[in-house]
């Protein structure tokens, strides 16, 4: 069973900066898809970022493209969200999630293993 655990979030003013760390247990990191997802009070949850099991591929959310970067560090088991620029509605609880390498679409909602999550909240 893989844990996953999210941390690095917090309270700032727009046009701040914020990274996001998850943490995930087990011995064969590098072979998990991993992505991102936030969720806002009232909202559905929605897909933020995607990474694959080697680093080679990622994608992005049309409303965070060009402002929010993931990337991973498998010899520390960790995967980041930079995230820049940020703005109020950005604000939302942030997801960490990850899948056995070659899923057909990282960009879906289908992931075997998530984390609790941690606020991220942006101030106009």
């Known amino acids: 069973q893989l844990q996953l655990i999210e941390s690095g979030g917090g309270l700032v003013q727009a046009g701040g900066s914020l990274r996001l760390s998850c943490a995930a247990s087990?011995?064969?990191?590098?072979?998990?898809?991993m992505g991102w997802f936030r969720q806002a009070p009232g909202k559905e949850r929605e897909f933020v970022a995607a990474?694959?099991?080697?680093?080679?591929?990622?994608y992005y959310a049309v409303s965070v493209k060009g402002r929010f970067t993931i990337s991973r560090d498998n010899a520390k088991k960790l995967v980041y969200l930079q995230m820049n620029s940020l703005k109020p509605e950005d604000t939302a609880l942030y997801y960490c999630?990850?899948?056995?390498?070659?899923?057909?679409?990282?960009?879906?909602?289908?992931?075997?293993?998530w984390g609790q999550g941690t606020q991220v909240t942006v101030s106009s």
């Open positions: 999630a990850a899948d056995r390498k070659g899923r057909r679409d990282l960009r879906d909602q289908n992931y075997a293993y």
């Open positions: 087990g011995r064969t990191f590098s072979s998990y898809d």
């Open positions: 990474i694959n099991w080697s680093g080679g591929t990622t």
